[in-house]
């Protein structure tokens, strides 16, 4: 591939592939070399200062003390061996990682056969404007659509009322709002979007004429789709899953709003040290958090690579 | 002979309960939208049931509503600088992200993809303390710009990049046997070509710093932005003036969507007719 | 041809959006600018039940100075705002014992009350309380007070709860509402374990404080953001039990929920007395003066009363409630009895703050 910078002035016959790559940085020399990085200056600046040097400061955080909200350089492992020897800070944490599994796991399960629905039967023409529908809601603000589950949710909320209504019960049944339960389905909402788009750019690609030759082979369609379907969409299922996982574990606004005493995840806990002046528990919280994720993108990032979406 | 199509005695059947768990979701998703709706004309003033009355008393609210307004016109400064931040900052860094030679590649990804994925909370707090303990500068709207730039930028990155790699080389080489150095080639021939890509990331980063809400929120000091705003309506619990602002925010973006999706068909009719008349 | 033809719409529309978005962001400022004026903006830091936003639109008018408000529940959540965004804001309210604190650390000013000619519209004893006396200076304009008790919903809290172990019975599991304040839950645990100091509690106190809290939490529905939100669940039925201030029987009533009663612990409670005080770092101090001046005139006042029913310290309100028929529901909120105030156990920052917030953090989890 040529690179943006060297220039080559003098037109000259085609030459083969690898020459032009070894003429232009000869023409160029040194500068060739180090100025094909040049496009990266301004972000690397955005980010070392902006984005490198804050985590660094939050990694150091982590390993000191706050006196009398004033942070102190003595550094210690307190914070994290504080954190730890909290039970109800370990069940917040627990708690985190398995309500974003399950919450992962329902929202991928409703999405795919919706998606599946939308590429195999519906018109290519319309298939466009459904997938718009999909993404509409997000186009209210987040927080209002996580504050009307609580009106249907609620003990007076339109659940509860439809419930009396039919006379299946005669008096509010409060399972419903301030729970983990609450928790769990309203990420699955604010999530399914991602969800079901991922899962359509991938399912999009899927040559549905193998299908008709595996049922022409005499297959049954349940062996069609798990032997043929399923491997086919195995990135495109772990992108989904990437994309859902990875934001809701560090959730804070759903599980503060409709969670309650006992839906608490562990973006509360980290946003409530920081904002009662606990900076460095609060970086120790969050930290172990933001571990956990790096570690996921590092094993899952052959997922992460983007394709052209103006291929023809 | 004709090709018969072999289908499964139950394919009507699995089409059938396909169709109806697309309509269940779609309610699924529109449900909370119609109540939000429905709740702005609740007369409640503490937009609960019971419902005790219709009123459009909290649409006159919104617009004689200082602090919405000035919500507003503090998010849109923000989303505009930062959007020329990212785009700016994203397409220069797509380039040699796509084609130069990098060692370790994919962990460079990973770190320009790690913005997004690492919770916002993050990006506020650390920002945060950066800003405050360290520098000693005040919170302000440029401290919230910055923040929800280093958020918005690997998207404009990832969106041209993608429209980078696919790009037919070709054509710059046939640009620069015609003679043309590298700063005519970008000019003339990359740039146009990328155009689409680079306005759409610009549109995508102005969309998400519109409805941002977690990094700005630690970083904007005194000042509101719209989500800030609601969310603190929302908190405190206040009055359905919120519903009623959501549903105005509602119906514009529907406008502006169908918009989008009108124009091409118009510009085509357009460009049609232009077309039949020349011949 | 129509490959190119799709690609040129599509960077047509882009364009458009693009121009759209940058249209938008042009005339915003104009927008702005058509509101603003002259106007000086006020930032306040306060609670939602200290303003109107129809008062905060006639105050501008007449003074050109524009209130902003920004929302907080705990008293430590602002004071760590102040301290650490210097000059942002130019108001900060504050409870009862924490406005020496504010003062103290050198976050606020005192000033002359008697310079405010809206100030001679107050009960005589609010200007006169000894903690916020600085020399011949006030450390704050006082608001409003009220005491924090339990309010019940007979139809499914059949015996009156009169203490505060009455409500940790599992019969109310998930249906307790009260506010986020640590601070405060603290201390109303500390009085419920017997404490005499509820705002200076040894680390045994805390401990036992703990306990308590520890006990009432698979009762607590949610932890509210401020009093609204427990006046919303007790209006739509999803909290029985609610801990809050003076008054919120009749707000419950405005919202259309049930009717609620009121009970007073015997163990006793805390209380709280509020102010509005200056920020030493803003740079509009001068307009504090002139800003309060029209804010806390009394027909506002009196229409604060009427929206959140607890008592204010504006005595010619009271005579304007009574003129307009609201008499009763004002003496019995005890309105017209400021020397009440006085007898609670006031708020204020505990002792070891850090700890009672660690305790509360370490029961409630977030």
């Known amino acids: 591939m040529t690179g943006a910078a060297g220039a080559s002035d003098v037109p000259v016959p085609p030459p083969a592939e690898g020459q032009a790559v070894t003429r232009e940085r000869a023409v160029g020399g040194r500068l060739a070399g180090l100025g094909q990085y040049a496009g990266f200056l301004p972000a690397l600046v955005l980010y070392g200062v902006f984005f490198v040097a804050p985590l660094a400061l939050i990694v150091a955080y982590s390993f000191w003390q706050t006196v009398d909200y004033n942070v102190v350089h003595d550094w210690t492992l307190d914070n994290y061996r504080y954190f730890f020897s909290v039970p109800t800070y370990l069940r917040t944490f627990w708690a985190t990682i398995w309500v974003s599994v399950a919450a992962t796991a329902i929202t991928i399960l409703i999405a795919f056969p919706f998606t599946y629905w939308l590429v195999r039967y519906v018109p290519r023409r319309i298939q466009g404007l459904l997938l718009v529908l999909v993404i509409l809601p997000f186009w209210t603000s987040y927080l209002l659509r996580v504050y009307s589950w609580l009106n249907i949710l609620g003990d007076r909320g339109a659940i509860n009322r439809f419930l009396e209504w039919v006379h299946i019960t005669d008096g509010p049944v409060s399972l419903f709002l301030y729970d983990r339960p609450a928790v769990i389905l ?71 709003l409709v969670g309650g005493t006992r839906g608490v995840m562990i973006g509360n806990l980290i946003v409530n040290f920081f904002s009662g002046g606990q900076y460095t528990r609060g970086a120790a919280a969050a930290l172990l958090i933001a571990g956990l994720i790096v570690a996921l993108l590092i094993v899952f990032r052959r997922s992460l690579e983007v394709e052209d979406p103006y291929r023809a | 002979m004709r090709e018969v199509e072999v289908v499964s005695p139950h394919a009507g059947l699995v089409k059938a309960l396909l169709g109806t768990w697309a309509v269940l979701v779609y309610l699924f998703l529109f449900a909370p939208i119609v109540l939000l709706v429905l709740f702005s004309f609740n007369a409640n003033r503490y937009g609960t049931f019971p419902f005790t009355g219709w009123t459009t ?223 | ?23 938008l962001t042009a005339a915003g400022p104009a927008l702005g600018r058509t509101f603003t004026r002259q106007a000086t903006t006020l930032n306040m830091l306060t609670w939602s039940d200290h303003y109107a936003n129809d008062q905060l639109k006639a105050v501008a008018k007449a003074t050109a100075l524009q209130g902003r408000p920004t929302l907080f529940s705990d008293n430590s959540d602002a004071y760590l705002k102040i301290k650490q965004t210097g000059s942002q804001f130019d108001i ?57 008790q339990i309010y019940y919903n007979p139809k499914y809290v059949k015996v009156k709860p009169d203490s505060w172990h009455a409500i940790l019975d599992r019969k109310y599991a998930g249906k307790i509402s009260l506010e986020n304040l640590p601070t405060d839950v603290m201390a109303i645990a500390g009085l419920a374990t017997g404490t005499k100091k509820p705002y200076s ?106 929206t959140n029913g607890r008592p204010l310290f504006n005595e010619k309100a009271y005579k304007l409630l009574v003129n307009q028929g609201h008499g009763d529901r004002a003496t019995r909120l005890l309105y017209n009895q400021p020397e009440k105030a006085l007898k609670m156990t006031i708020k204020g920052p505990a002792g070891d703050e850090q700890a009672y917030l660690d305790a509360f953090n370490e029961v409630f989890g977030a």
Do not use: C
């Open chain 3, 92 to 148: 900060v309210s504050g409870d009862a014992l924490w406005v020496p604190k504010y003062l103290k650390d050198g976050l606020t000013e005192s000033f002359d009350l008697s310079s405010l000619p809206v100030s001679k519209q107050l009960y005589p004893i609010a200007r006169q309380f000894p903690f916020w006396k600085d020399g011949s200076n006030y450390m704050g304009y006082p608001f409003s007070w009220s005491t924090v």
């Open chain 2, 57 to 279: 008393h909290w649409y006159s609210e919104v617009f004689g509503n200082y602090q919405i307004k000035d919500a507003l016109t503090t998010s849109l400064r923000v989303a505009a600088e930062v959007t020329l931040i990212s785009t700016v900052v994203g397409t220069a860094a797509a380039f040699p992200l796509v084609r130069s030679r990098l060692p370790f590649r994919s962990g460079i990804t990973v770190g320009m993809t790690l913005p997004i994925m690492i919770p916002g909370l993050l990006i506020g707090v650390s920002l945060l303390i950066l800003m405050t303990s360290f520098f000693h500068i005040q919170l302000s709207v440029q401290t919230a710009v910055i923040g929800q730039a280093v958020y918005t930028t690997p998207f404009v990155l990832l969106l041209v990049a993608a429209r980078l790699q696919g790009f037919d080389t070709s054509l710059e080489r046939a640009a620069s046997d015609l003679g043309a150095n590298t700063f005519n080639r970008l000019r003339y021939v990359v740039l146009p070509l990328i155009m689409p890509a680079v306005f759409a990331g610009a549109l995508f980063a102005f969309t998400l710093s519109l409805d941002e809400f977690i990094i700005t929120l630690f970083l904007i000091g005194a000042q509101n932005t719209l989500p800030i705003y609601i969310y603190t309506q929302v908190k405190f619990g206040i009055t359905p003036e919120v519903n009623a602002l959501a549903s105005l925010l509602l119906a514009a973006s529907l406008v502006l969507i169908a918009f989008a999706f009108l124009l091409p068909a118009v510009l085509r009719r357009g460009r049609n007719a232009v077309r039949a008349g020349r011949a």
């Open chain 3, 201 to 306: 509690m040894s680390t045994a106190e805390i401990s036992r404080a703990k306990g308590y809290l520890k006990a009432l939490k698979p009762n607590v529905l949610k932890l509210a953001s401020q009093n609204n939100e427990v006046i919303r669940a007790l209006a739509d039925g999803s909290a029985w039990i609610g801990i809050t201030n003076l008054g919120s029987d009749d707000r419950v009533k405005d919202a259309g929920g049930p009717v609620v009663k009121q009970s007073y612990p015997k163990e006793g409670t805390v209380g709280f007395i509020d102010s509005e005080q200056i920020v030493k770092a803003s740079k509009n101090k001068t307009s504090f003066e002139r800003f309060q001046n029209a804010m806390q005139q009394a027909p506002w006042i009196a229409k604060n009363f009427i």
């Open chain 3, 1 to 23: 041809m129509p490959l190119s033809e799709g690609r040129l719409n599509r960077a047509d529309l882009l364009k458009l959006g693009a121009a759209g978005a940058i249209g």
């Open chain 1, 186 to 256: 309203v990420l699955v909402y604010l999530y399914f979007p991602f969800a079901a788009l991922t899962l359509y750019a991938s399912l999009e690609r899927f040559d549905w004429n193998q299908f008709k030759a595996a049922m022409d082979l005499g297959a049954p369609p349940r062996t069609a789709i798990v032997r043929i379907l399923l491997p086919q969409m195995r990135t495109g299922i772990t992108t989904a899953i990437i994309f859902v996982f990875i934001p809701i574990l560090g959730e804070y606004l759903a599980p503060q």
